[in-house]
């Protein structure tokens, strides 16, 4: 076999192998963003938003988020810690009418530490910490990036920027789902919280059950979990 056709058979060798290579990606890439958008919901969106429509090198940052925080294990609370979380929580929001700022500040530190306590990344490294629970939690953490923006703005920056009060409610609101979803009892936890549950499911501390305005029923807010603290006619800008 002369030497000219050796190299030509290893040319179109390499060729077949090219195109079988490019038709394989070609193949797996169409299901990896459905199959990403999925799993992340509005947080998909966000990411595509970010890198300016780039759905590409948006589902690269997502599948290498999956990669670092897929395998997470979450830890389940203990009894005590879920009622001191609640409790937390609920003064938080009765801050709000009278220091908004404080009662965000204080809603962005406690579900940093609350992530934490469930496993995840510690507070102190924010952006890991949000990546990891956007892996997890993908439809209701961006009420902790909402609270947490609001949270590190100075007043000044805030008022210029247009977070004001009702900003900043907004923002708790959207928090609070995310902090129902760490607070409540992991699925082999047996469910050994001794407070009251709301009709929904979900559990309420001690001072829920009793009422947030001067021990009468709280009236809630349209969604029906949103207690007096964080309506929006009765909150002060700070």
């Given at each position: 076999m002369s030497t000219g056709l050796i190299i030509a058979l290893i040319v179109i060798a390499a060729v077949v192998v090219i195109i079988a290579a490019a038709m394989t990606l070609r193949a797996r890439g169409p299901?990896?963003?459905?199959?990403?958008?999925?799993?992340?919901?509005?947080?998909?969106?966000?990411a595509v938003a970010r890198h300016?429509?780039?759905?590409?090198?948006?589902?690269?940052?997502?599948?290498?988020?999956?990669?670092?925080?897929?395998?997470?294990?979450?830890?389940?609370?203990?009894?005590?810690?879920?009622?001191?979380?609640?409790?937390r929580?609920?003064?938080?929001?009765?801050?709000?009418?009278?220091?908004?700022?404080?009662?965000?500040?204080?809603?962005?530190?406690?579900?940093?530490?609350?992530?934490?306590?469930r496993g995840f990344p510690d507070g102190g490294q924010?952006?890991?910490?949000?990546?990891?629970?956007?892996?997890?939690?993908?439809?209701?953490?961006?009420?902790?990036?909402?609270?947490?923006?609001?949270?590190?703005?100075?007043?000044?920056?805030?008022?210029?920027?247009?977070?004001?009060?009702e900003d900043m409610r907004e923002a708790m609101v959207a928090a609070r789902a995310l902090f129902e979803e760490l607070v409540r009892p992991a699925r082999h936890d047996g469910g050994g919280h001794t407070g009251g549950r709301r009709e929904d499911g979900r559990h309420q501390s001690g001072r829920h059950r009793a009422g947030l305005n001067g021990g009468r029923k709280a009236p809630a807010a349209r969604g029906g979990h949103m207690p007096w603290a964080?309506?929006?006619?009765?909150?002060?800008?700070?």
């Open positions: 299901r990896r963003g459905p199959s990403l958008k999925r799993r992340f919901g509005p947080e998909y969106d966000r300016d429509g780039d759905a590409t090198a948006a589902e690269r940052e997502l599948t290498e988020r999956v990669h670092r925080h897929g395998d997470l294990r979450e830890r389940p609370l203990e009894p005590a810690q879920r009622e001191q979380y609640e409790a929580w609920t003064a938080a929001q009765e801050r709000f009418v009278d220091s908004p700022r404080e009662a965000v500040a204080e809603a962005d530190r406690l579900l940093a530490e609350l992530a934490g306590a924010y952006e890991e910490q949000l990546a990891a629970l956007s892996v997890h939690h993908a439809h209701h953490v961006d009420g902790y990036r909402r609270v947490h923006r609001a949270a590190h703005l100075r007043a000044d920056d805030a008022r210029d920027g247009g977070t004001g009060t964080l309506h929006r006619r009765q909150a002060k800008e700070s």
